[in-house]
């Protein structure tokens, strides 16, 4: 390898750590914001949560046939096996022998693309433009409003949930169509609550519940994008002191024949 191509190399290196860096301090960034979107939503999620296990005590899942499946990924890519991972636990739920024409909703055209390959059948629609900025509640809102079409009766939510700083695991949320839900003993009995209240909270609280999967996989997705820049930023630089070894050996070994010609040149007419 010549001197002019370690060099141009070493160059390119030096443009890729930089925006390698970029994508970590931006990725960073938008981490911050996002945990702090989620401190505010958590209570959406959890609250809802806790609120089916007390007077639903139901899981269905097992016993109902095509469900809904929300996979939750985003537009973007640079963050590791965050979609992957996703896409691995959806595909396993479509082999399911009484899953075969469950339909799926891709929320992120990363899903969309893992998924066509071998499941193109099973794609209700796909939501784009997908993480850029943070989910709102009203993007949940018109993703769950256009599965009303949709003749379902479970559903489940696939996404990443946050473990410890960096490190994050695929979980889903079980959710029920509202007519079901109105249906099951504990949530029946409930004369003191009007069916109209109760069914307008079943629906506030299942979208609810969509944006609160959303947020937090925005945040394992973050972390992972800033951990996968921040790790090839390091390898980037390895290489590139790698290089700058080589490039630094080579050159002073082309001085030193150099030198040696010039003083053998010498030597030779000295002699004369």
Not at 32 to 49: I, N, Q, S, W, Y
Not at 134 to 147: G, H, R, W
Request: with cysteine; net charge positive; hydrophobic share 40%.
């Amino acid at each position: 390898m010549s001197l002019r191509t370690i060099q141009k190399k070493i160059q390119s290196y030096g443009n890729i750590n930089k925006i390698t860096s970029s994508l970590k301090l931006v990725s960073a960034a938008k981490l911050a914001k996002t945990e702090r979107l989620l401190k505010d939503v958590r209570p959406f999620g959890h609250g809802t949560l806790s609120f089916y296990k007390h007077y639903t005590h139901i899981n269905m899942l097992d016993h109902i046939e095509n469900h809904l499946i929300f996979a939750i990924t985003s537009d973007r890519g640079l963050c590791g096996g965050i979609h992957t991972s996703i896409v691995k636990k959806v595909k396993q739920e479509l082999d399911r022998p009484d899953q075969k024409l469950a339909k799926v909703v891709c929320v992120g055209q990363k899903s969309e693309e893992l998924l066509a390959k071998s499941h193109k059948s099973n794609i209700l629609f796909t939501v784009f433009k997908i993480g850029k900025d943070n989910p709102t509640f009203l993007e949940a809102s018109k993703i769950f409003n256009e599965c009303n079409y949709a003749d379902f009766i479970a559903c489940q939510i696939f996404y990443n949930r946050m473990v410890t700083r960096g490190k994050s695991h695929v979980d889903w949320i079980s959710i029920y169509n509202t007519d079901f839900l109105l249906t099951v003993a504990h949530i029946a009995s409930m004369e003191e609550v009007e069916e109209e209240n109760m069914r307008s909270y079943i629906e506030f609280s299942t979208v609810s519940l969509l944006f609160f999967a959303m947020v937090e996989n925005s945040l394992c997705e973050h972390s992972a994008r800033m951990i996968a820049m921040d790790s090839a930023s390091k390898n980037v630089k390895s290489l590139n002191e790698k290089l700058s070894l080589e490039y630094n050996r080579k050159r002073q070994f082309k001085i030193t024949s150099d030198l040696i010609d010039i003083v053998s040149g010498s030597q030779v007419i000295t002699e004369k």
